[in-house]
């Protein structure tokens, strides 16, 4: 036993390598969830990557040419491999489903002994068995059918081969299928609602002597045929020491609060109301990487790249260079578009292939409209960035705190335990003016500056000011002077 390419991308890694050969693997799911793709796509992609004779056995009586016409909607349909003999396409007549089910077996074993394929697809077996007759043109009973399936799947062993045949099936149906138990290995193809949005999902329900990753992972249909995005995992940590060195977050008075910056490969969260400067918070930290040479990658779920890259000028940030230069990557990402699979998927690849050593991940609490269920949002939330740890990045990320005045809410419920360091920002009301106060709640591994202070939000970017003292219930919004402070004033400094 060999193990052979799926030819459906990201398939094999979910697979631990592809399909076992011989083997047989039945895809389900219902009407329009992808299951000829599937089989098609594989069948071509390893034709053209030079398994020869490959078989597709159609069993709906349409021609070759119906079925190819469908098929050349994808661009992994190539004609010439029919020319090239690498493919072959059969289509089982009524007549011959008239003839009954000894009949049907005689020739497709017929047609196997002749072609010696190296993969074949029979799709879709479900409807072969709704339609057959028996010899005599009466119904088929339950009796027959299960024997037909039976002496089908002996037959499809004797091939010595990888067969992939697809079915009409939910994932109930299997429960009780006798084309289930005979199965090899059973891919389940279906959609769900998640949030604003329809996914489609695939789940490997079955691999007979094999190892996969269980659950479910997002897939795609695009012209280039099905695209599989493995679900995100949590990853087990090697007993690899932690670095000790410090990066600086760009501004001078943070540094200092921080006693030197954040410890590399650390998750720094900076938390506040809306208009506190989270943003410029984060960029500033991205602009300071980028000046010492360290590729950067900026993930958007609330502004466009154009947006982030203005909004930066008019605080002395300029972008444009580094993004002309590749050390520097934005990605904008609705959150009603928002793929999890997919967009962790897309985000570990930039992160490995351009070597990113800082990332600010903006406006995470979005994704609550893309992963609604608070359960599965946090555990994707934790192990996407630990997941940056794990590829050597340090991260800032953003999130908005509802309220604007009264109790302090840290929000986002996934991000407290995982991240290093939190730091909260509040605007407060002093003297008639807004003021801009930060205020550094945790700082893993490190000590830190315990003191509320204000920060200015400048043209030549941020700059931390002096402590609040003499003020108290700063960070709940409702500030107002100590009575001691009040005393003096009304008093002197004398009583």
């Not at 501004?251 to 910056?261: C, E, F, R, S």
Request: glycine share 8%.
């Amino acid at each position: 036993m060999t193990i052979v390419p799926t030819y459906i991308p990201n398939l094999d890694g979910i697979l631990e390598g592809g399909f076992d050969k011989p083997s047989v693997v039945l895809v389900t799911g219902t009407a329009g969830s992808g299951k000829t793709t599937f089989a098609a796509q594989s069948l071509f992609n390893a034709a053209r990557s030079g398994e020869k004779k490959c078989l597709f056995i159609s069993t709906l009586s349409e021609s070759p040419a119906m079925i190819n016409k469908y098929m050349s909607r994808f661009t992994f349909f190539d004609h010439s491999l029919y020319e090239n003999n690498m493919m072959t396409i059969l289509s089982l007549n009524e007549s011959l489903l008239q003839e009954g089910a000894d009949a049907i077996l005689e020739f497709i074993n017929q047609k196997i002994s002749q072609l010696k394929p190296s993969r074949i697809v029979i799709d879709p077996l479900t409807v072969l068995g709704d339609i057959l007759k028996s010899a005599n043109a009466k119904p088929i009973t339950d009796y027959d059918r299960r024997r037909f399936y039976f002496d089908l799947f002996n037959s499809m062993r004797s091939w010595n081969t990888l067969v992939i045949i697809t079915g009409e099936f939910t994932q109930e149906d299997l429960k009780k299928s006798m084309v289930g138990y005979l199965a090899d290995g059973i891919i389940h193809l279906s959609e769900e609602i998640e949030g604003m949005r329809v996914e489609r999902v695939l789940r490997i329900i079955k691999m007979r002597g094999q190892k996969y990753i269980s659950g479910k992972h997002s897939f795609d249909i695009r012209d280039e045929g099905i695209i599989v995005f493995p679900r995100l995992l949590s990853r087990t940590w090697d007993d690899r020491p932690s670095p000790a060195i410090k990066l600086s977050t760009g501004i001078k008075g943070l540094d200092k609060m921080l006693n030197g910056g954040i410890l590399k490969n650390d998750v720094l969260l900076i938390s506040g109301t809306t208009g506190t400067g989270k943003t410029t918070f984060g960029l500033h930290f991205i602009d300071n990487g980028l000046k010492t040479g360290e590729k950067s990658l900026i993930i958007s779920l609330e502004e466009r790249p154009s947006k982030l890259v203005r909004n930066a000028k008019s605080f002395g940030l300029d972008f444009e260079d580094y993004l002309e230069q590749k050390m520097l990557e934005i990605l904008y990402i609705p959150p009603v578009s928002f793929n999890p699979d997919e967009q962790s998927f897309i985000i570990t690849n930039k992160i490995k292939n351009n070597n990113v050593v800082r990332i600010l991940f903006d406006g995470i609490e979005n994704l609550e409209k893309s992963i609604p269920g608070e359960l599965q949002r946090k555990n994707y939330i934790t192990a996407l960035i630990d997941q940056f740890s794990f590829l050597d990045a340090t991260t800032v990320v953003t999130t908005e705190i509802p309220e604007l005045f009264g109790a302090v809410k840290l929000t986002h419920e996934a991000l407290s335990g995982v991240v290093d360091n939190i730091i909260l920002l509040r605007n407060v009301e002093i003297e008639g003016r807004m003021r801009g106060v930060l205020s550094i709640l945790k700082s893993r591994g490190s000590e830190h500056d315990n003191e509320i202070k204000e920060f200015e939000i400048s043209g030549k970017g941020i700059i931390v000011k002096t402590s609040m003292k003499g003020y108290e219930n700063v960070l709940s919004g409702r500030v107002r002077k100590t009575p001691i402070d009040v005393f003096k004033e009304t008093f002197g400094e004398k009583h």
